[in-house]
C-alpha cells in the first residue's frame, strides 16, 4: 500500500522561503501585526499580489494614505529582493526598507527600485512613503527571452 504525501504548502509571495500560512497570511488575515518594517515591506509586497486593497489602504499612513486604490492600475508583480533595511525593529519608530521589484504591466516589464519609509504607530508598523533611488525601467521583454515570472519558460509560451 502506498502512501500520499500531501502537497508541501504554498511558499509566501514575498519571497522569503517561508510557507505563506506561516509568513505573511496572519498580518493579511488581520490575526496579527507585522512585528517589523521589513515584515510589513513584504506583507504588503503580497497584498499587492493578491490584490488586497484594504489591507493595503489599513497599513498605510493617514498623512499619506490615499483615498482609494485602482485595482486596474496594479501591476502582476512576480518577484520581491529585500535589498538592504535601516532600524525598522520592534523597538524603533521608523526604519526604511530598500527593495526591487518584478511586475508585468500594459505589456512590458516593470523593474522598481524603491527605498520606503515605514513609521511604527502605537505600536503598529506603517507605510509612509516611497522614494525611487534608481529610475524605474519598463522594458518588453523578447518572445524568446526567458520569462521574468521565473518559469523556466520563454516569455511568448508563457505570460506574452
Not at 42 to 65: F, G, K, N, V
Not at 71 to 86: C, F, N, V
Not at 127 to 153: F, I
Amino acid at each position: 500500500m502506498s502512501t500520499v504525501t500531501p502537497p508541501s504548502p504554498l511558499p509566501c509571495p514575498c519571497g522569503s522561503g517561508s510557507p505563506y500560512e506561516h509568513c505573511c497570511e496572519p498580518y493579511l488575515q488581520g490575526k496579527t501585526h507585522p512585528p517589523t518594517a521589513e515584515a510589513l515591506m513584504r506583507s504588503r509586497y503580497t497584498a499587492y499580489t493578491c490584490a488586497d486593497l484594504e489591507y493595503l489602504l489599513q497599513t498605510w499612513h493617514p498623512d499619506t494614505r490615499p483615498k482609494t486604490i485602482d485595482q486596474e492600475t496594479i501591476p502582476h508583480w512576480y518577484s520581491l529582493r529585500i535589498i538592504a533595511t535601516t532600524q525598522g525593529g520592534a523597538e524603533d519608530t521608523n526604519g526604511t526598507v530598500e527593495f526591487l521589484a518584478l511586475a508585468r504591466a500594459d505589456g512590458r516589464i516593470l523593474d522598481l527600485h524603491e527605498k520606503s519609509c515605514f513609521v511604527q504607530k502605537d505600536g503598529i508598523w506603517l507605510y509612509h512613503s516611497g522614494e525611487t533611488p534608481a529610475q524605474t525601467k519598463m522594458k518588453k521583454p523578447g518572445r524568446n527571452s526567458p520569462c521574468p515570472c521565473g518559469s523556466g519558460k520563454k516569455y511568448k509560451k508563457c505570460c506574452a
